[in-house]
């Protein structure tokens, strides 16, 4: 089955700078992959996803990239906030087949003002 | 509106009572899931439903036990409850998102368990 690893499992950036999130998946079958932030106590919401006939897709400050030879996707946040710190977890699923989301276990985000 | 809820938020239990969490999602979703988070923030699916019909099944000890009554509502159903069962349980829903181009999961608020 799906294997999701993801990298690295806390992250602290000063304010305004970038943040990169790091995610592999193991089967090449997968085929969608979202991004979710989780606040504290908060339910998981979704960010931004990507499907795997796209290399990038960006919304304002966060952008995912997708490399599919390799495997990865990598999340990308600039300009970063105080409001950013959170739990942000990648997942991968393969769509029109087992629609599994397979969660990788998480990076804790502090922004620092 | 809350477009998926669940009842309750807190439940604080003892080893070996049977208790039930509901989920209700007003979206008009086919698809339900059921997932476990973990003290370690680990998020892992346990049950998904299609139309009433279960489709994902993890390898879940059987004491725990969805039941879809229409396909707005899947509820967990937890026999015996042991200490290791305590954890955050989030019901999520699968359909169209806002753009209406690609299929989202929408979570629900989550209910933490706590067996003593």
């Known amino acids: 089955g799906e294997n999701v690893e993801q990298h690295p499992s806390t992250l602290s950036v000063q304010e305004g700078d970038s943040a990169v999130i790091k995610c592999t998946y193991s089967d090449s079958a997968s085929n969608y992959f979202p991004w979710y932030k989780q606040e504290l106590g908060k339910r998981p919401q979704l960010i931004i996803d990507?499907?795997?006939?796209?290399g990038e897709k960006k919304d304002q400050r966060i952008a995912v990239t997708l490399n599919k030879t390799a495997k990865h996707f990598s999340l990308h946040i600039t300009e970063t906030q105080p409001e950013d710190s959170a739990v942000y977890f990648c997942a991968a699923s393969e769509e029109g087949g087992s629609e599994k989301l397979v969660f990788g276990k998480g990076t804790k985000l502090t922004v620092n003002p | 509106d809350t477009a998926v809820s669940q009842t309750p938020k807190y439940l604080v239990t003892q080893m070996g009572n049977d208790k039930s969490i509901k989920c209700e999602q007003n979206l008009g979703h086919d698809t339900m899931y059921w997932y476990k988070q973990d003290s370690k923030k680990f998020l892992k699916i346990m049950f998904s439903y299609n139309n009433k019909e279960l489709i994902i099944n993890e390898t879940v000890p059987n004491r725990f036990s969805p039941k879809s009554p229409d396909k707005a509502h899947l509820n967990l159903h937890i026999n015996s409850l042991e200490l290791g069962d305590s954890a955050v349980y989030f019901c999520?829903?699968?359909?169209?998102?806002?753009?209406?181009?690609?299929?989202?999961?929408?979570f629900g608020p989550g209910t933490r368990l706590t067996v003593t």
């Open positions: 990507i499907r795997s006939n796209v």
């Open positions: 999520a829903s699968k359909g169209l998102g806002t753009s209406g181009f690609s299929y989202e999961q929408y």
